[in-house]
């Protein structure tokens, strides 16, 4: 029989182990001497990078809808300390020294959160959409991606409306879990975010034109059944194109997904796979 790791004993023992994590990051950073950004305005910069939305309040499998209201929430807490930031060249953004511990005291509701890789509730859930925006941003900037965890390689609801390519999101948890962009450029950045009531806004902003454009997309994208499992497969590229040409410059590799499916796939996905996507 396997060990038992301490986290793992009793529901305390893991609230524990993550306040122990909480103060290692808090050390960390401290003696590390990292410069975040911290200033912000009202004003907008000049120059519109990028901007993206996404539907707030989705249906996730079974999930239970008032997740989604209480996401809402959350949410509109969190982009209200971080709106207007400004990151200056050589600072790093870190979205939880904007947002600080999500606590019922500052208004925070019960959400989504991830656990164990399966779908769990929390104080402050949901938050994952706002970081997944911020991302999602950030890949079409000359910002540098300082810190960034995946959901684990996990496959963990159907597409509802997606958007982006599958395996561009992000995973946060206060505060040892973070998302960290550093701006290695000589240009000023600006975040810009807000909600509507029906979808979370974003907005990156510079001060001065970039010289290129960048296109994220996916490619290869098929599911496999691997033994008793199912398996989301593919590659996601960014490329870079020169603003005033127009011609791809570079394409990067930037996620290659093997992520096991862990809601019912619907038998129209497994009469899909053929023996080259089987694995037996």
């Known amino acids: 029989m396997k060990r038992k790791l301490f986290c793992e ?123 997944n925006l911020i991302h999602w941003m950030v890949l079409h900037s000359d910002l540098t991606i300082a810190e960034h965890h995946h959901h684990d390689a996990l496959d963990l609801f159907p597409d509802f409306g997606r958007q982006i390519p599958f395996g561009t999101g992000t995973s946060i948890s206060y505060n040892y879990i973070d998302y960290r962009v550093k701006n290695d450029t000589t240009n000023t950045y600006q975040v810009r975010l807000w909600v509507d009531g029906e979808y979370l806004c974003g907005e990156f902003r510079a001060e001065e034109q970039l010289a290129h454009t960048f296109h994220i997309h996916a490619e290869g994208e098929y599911f496999s059944q691997e033994g008793d499992a199912v398996y989301r497969n593919g590659q996601v590229y960014r490329d870079i194109i020169d603003r005033v040409t127009g011609r791809c410059l570079e394409s990067q590799l930037i996620r290659t997904n093997h992520a096991k499916v862990m809601y019912e796939c619907p038998p129209s996905l497994l009469d899909s796979l053929s023996p080259a996507q089987t694995n037996q």
């Open 9 to 131: 004993i009793c529901p305390f023992s893991y609230r524990l182990s993550m306040e122990k994590e909480i103060l290692k990051r808090h050390l960390k950073d401290y003696l590390c001497k990292i410069r975040f950004a911290k200033e912000r305005k009202d004003d907008s910069l000049p120059v519109l990078v990028y901007q993206h939305k996404s539907l707030i309040r989705r249906r996730l499998g079974n999930v239970n809808m008032q997740l989604q209201e209480n996401k809402a929430t959350n949410l509109a807490l969190a982009v209200a300390c971080i709106d207007g930031l400004i990151i200056h060249p050589g600072e790093t953004f870190s979205v939880w020294k904007m947002i600080g511990r999500t606590t019922k005291r500052k208004g925070y509701k019960e959400g989504l959160t991830i656990e164990k890789g399966k779908p769990s509730q929390g104080i402050g859930g949901g938050l994952c959409q706002l970081s």
